[in-house]
């Protein structure tokens, strides 16, 4: 917690001096010049492929919503920037603090609007929820946690650009620890949900009967590089969505700590647990581009898509014979 002493120069300081000691800042240290360059380039240029892909193959909502996050994430480090320069910085630190909280929410929606898709591409009948539901749900709650962390931005951010009302920061933080606490939840129900599909779904190919309606996932499977890439897919979808929940859950104690905390106070381990777990999931979003790597997304334009049946298949073949 901090002293009074610690309160007062950050009410009144507005750079480095002996009356206001780096230690005496939120973070107590000089941001890293180099590394956070690195995640301005690092995600600026995923923005752009986002903004280029996704125009280019059609996929608006997906472009969307993962081009928000990477700009907001760019942004955010160009605040920590500013820091580097000027740790007193009140303008760096509202930028970067509300920029690099939120973003991640988007992240995490860009992969909730491919599960819609990824259901009904392997088989409805073994989710326990509709495919149309899953968009529904957690973007949803995503959107849920992203008002309760911007409230609490906007809470800390009129605080003061120097903790000029300590109990008005405090009680923004307590807003955003509660939007991340959220999105974990949101996270883990989400994450329980996929892991029960692949284990349903997997029990039903070992049980697979002639009547069983047959999935795109089938159809495709004697297609080497549609079904290649599908899989690839799927692991880069299942990485992503495992950093940005380990971030998630960094940030839980982090901000629990209050401004200017233990945890807090070391870049070492924000630079690893938020930005590099971020920065991978946007590369993995960016590189395996669902309109390249699963095609069949650009293709569903209706939730009520019905595979054919299996039973069908061979009138086909004498229509063609």
Known sequence: MPSNATHHARQFCTEIGPDCPLKATTYGYYPNL???????????????????????????????????????????????????HNPWSGAGFKTQICCLVLAPSFLAAGIYVTLKHLVIYCGAENSRLKPRLYPWIFIGCDFGSIVLQAIGGGVAAGAGDRDANPKLLHAGNALIVAGIAFQVATMGVCGLLMIDY???????????????????????LSSPNVSRNFRIFCFAIGVAFTTIFIRCIYRLPEMAGGWGGPLMR????????????????CVLLTVFHPGFFFEPMRKFRRPDFVAEPVEQRPETVESKS
């Open 266 to 281: 070391v870049e070492t381990e924000f630079l690893i647990l938020d930005g590099m777990m971020v920065g991978i999931a």
């Open 198 to 220: 692949y284990l349903r779904f997997q029990r039903a190919k070992k049980a697979k009967s002639q009547m069983t309606m047959e999935s795109e996932y089938e159809k495709n």
């Open 34 to 84: 180099g590394v956070n360059s690195f995640f301005i380039a690092l995600f600026g240029l995923c923005l752009l492929l986002q903004l280029g892909l996704g125009t280019w193959r059609r996929t608006w909502t997906y472009l969307i919503v993962v081009a928000v996050g990477c700009f907001g994430e760019a942004v955010g480090y160009i605040g920590r920037l500013i820091m580097h």
